[in-house]
């Protein structure tokens, strides 16, 4: 096989064995059909079925003679098509339950669960069938962690090729390895994945939520998606269960390779990293200004205020969307400060989404840099992160991250406004489809949804979802001429 061409053959099995898994994954929803008596088991049963038989045949195919070379270009075509194969099939069970009859409504419900947005076209959750509604949590737990990482952990024919798979889908610009190989790697944080997700699973529970709505918004908080099985969100629940989720919010948006350390005891690469500090200072200074103005407004009681401003900065910077009270509802100068958490997001090697803390810190230090550049123009000067020297060379991609982001970000907005929706919705809607946050501004606030908005409108929103899970470059690259270039 020519070295240059691209190894379709690994990328067509790669594929296949993602919709397989993601077929077995299906069936997890079946016992909840059966004990709610949703009558929807009949439609999970045949969905795992086509998407089974769908994963099976490229795998069978593809056996013979395989060439296991996967390169960069592999990597970055198996994860944007497995992201786009994975939302199409994952559709099946609305489509064929008819719970969400139109495919464009269904594709947007199942890429927002893959991508982790929470973004979604319900009108009633209540009313769909509780097999239905643990798919369509489980397709945010599957996509927190990614079925790529997923797959590098179980998948030995990978082998070297999971690190191109893995670096294309992982987010974050500097990403750390627990384990020289990188299947052992995947493995670790699938683990520390499942760990938290129970530890939350009893949090709930003790609380005295039931298990199904605490197995369901688990997924949606360690995923940081923010799917929920009740119409109002996290507002009908009891504060002991809003101060949970918020701390679970905040864990699922810290650097995963920061919680494997901690579980090993080591706390002091844990509380010394760079991010972690501006993180949280972010958190802290953010939940402190909506806490207060709320109080001093008199919306709420201090303790009431408190909460919901932590609650809500926890949920919009974290990139979860769930909403313990109606934001749409608090003072303009408010809103300014959740868009623009929107647009920070959570820690690079986390499960959220957005441009993260890392780049605007590499930003701001490239920016004093060159200030001290002004006043010593023959000295050199060095951008650190953790004590150690930034390459110049991932300064210059976290550079055009941001200016790509951006040019992005007004183009989604330009193409919704020319679709009819008023530009404080536009805004909304790509920065939360783009940072995967779930509820928007304006029309598509947090006690509203994307049911009404055109066609046309969902489809370039569930390209923004696209978009920003796989972080731009793993997408777009594959649009420029030179990527199917020998």
């Known amino acids: 096989m020519n070295p240059n061409a691209i190894n379709f053959k690994m990328v067509f099995r790669t594929i296949g064995m993602a919709l397989m898994i993601e077929g077995g994954f299906m069936l997890t929803a079946l016992p909840f059909s059966f004990y709610f008596h949703g009558g929807d088991y009949k439609a999970i049963i045949l969905s795992s079925l086509i998407t089974l038989i769908a994963g099976f045949l490229p795998y069978v195919f593809t056996l013979k003679n395989p060439d ?8 970055y075509l198996v994860v944007t098509c497995t992201w786009i194969a994975m939302s199409i099939f994952g559709s ?10 139109n495919f464009t409504d269904a594709f947007f419900e199942t890429m927002s669960g893959f991508s982790t947005t929470g973004a979604s076209i319900l009108t009633d959750v209540e009313v769909v069938p509780k097999g239905l509604l643990f798919w369509r949590s489980m397709t945010h737990w599957i996509g927190g962690m990614g079925i790529i990482v997923l797959s590098v952990a179980i998948l030995p024919f990978l082998g070297a090729g999971g690190v191109q798979l893995f670096s294309a889908e992982s987010s974050g610009p500097m990403k750390d390895k627990l384990h020289p190989r990188i299947r052992e790697t995947a493995k670790k944080l699938w683990g520390i ?26 997924f949606g908080t360690l995923a940081t998606g923010g799917f929920s099985t009740k119409n109002i969100s996290i507002m009908g629940y009891s504060p002991y269960i809003q101060y949970v989720v918020t701390i679970f919010m905040i864990l699922a948006s810290i650097n995963f390779t920061l919680h494997f350390y901690a579980l090993k005891g080591d706390f002091k690469k844990f509380w010394k990293d760079d991010e972690l500090r501006m993180f ?59 868009l623009f958490l929107m647009l920070i997001g959570g820690c690079a090697g986390s499960t959220t989404g957005s441009v993260k803390v890392m780049r605007y810190l590499m930003l701001l230090r490239m920016g004093g840099r060159e200030f001290k550049k002004i006043f010593h123009p023959n000295a050199v000067f060095v ?23 951006l040019l992005t970000f ?14 404080i919705s ?30 046309f409108t969902k489809w370039v929103l569930s390209s923004c979802m696209l978009l920003g899970r796989l972080e731009l470059f793993s997408v777009l690259i594959i649009l420029t001429p030179s990527f199917w270039k020998k």
């Not at 499942?194 to 688990?218: K, Q």
């Not at 650190?384 to 982001?405: C, D, G, H, S, W």
């Not at 809607?429 to 009404?452: E, H, K, W």
């Open 426 to 455: 536009s805004a909304g809607a790509v920065a939360t489809t783009m940072g995967g946050i779930g509820p928007g501004l304006g029309v598509f606030g947090p006690m509203s949804n994307f049911s009404a908005a055109p066609d």
């Open 410 to 423: 007004a183009t989604g907005i330009l193409l919704l406004c020319i679709n009819g929706i008023d530009l």
């Open 92 to 101: 099946l069970p609305y489509l064929i339950s008819g719970a969400i009859p």
């Open 193 to 218: 994945y499942f760990l938290l997700t129970l530890a939350e699973i009893l949090l709930l529970l003790a609380g005295g939520m039931p298990l199904f709505d605490s197995m369901c918004h688990s």
């Open 68 to 75: 296991k070379h996967v390169g960069k270009r592999e990597g």
């Open 280 to 338: 949280l200072l972010i958190i802290l200074a953010s939940g402190l200004f909506i806490g207060l103005t709320l109080f001093i407004q008199n919306a709420y009681d201090l303790e009431h205020s408190m909460r919901a401003g932590f609650f809500q900065v926890a949920s919009i910077i974290s990139c979860t969307g769930f909403a313990s009270e109606d934001f749409i509802l608090w003072p303009t100068q408010l809103w300014l400060v959740l």
């Open 383 to 405: 951008v650190r992160y953790n004590q150690r020297p930034v390459a110049e060379e991932i300064l210059t991609k976290i550079v055009a991250f941001f200016f790509i982001y």
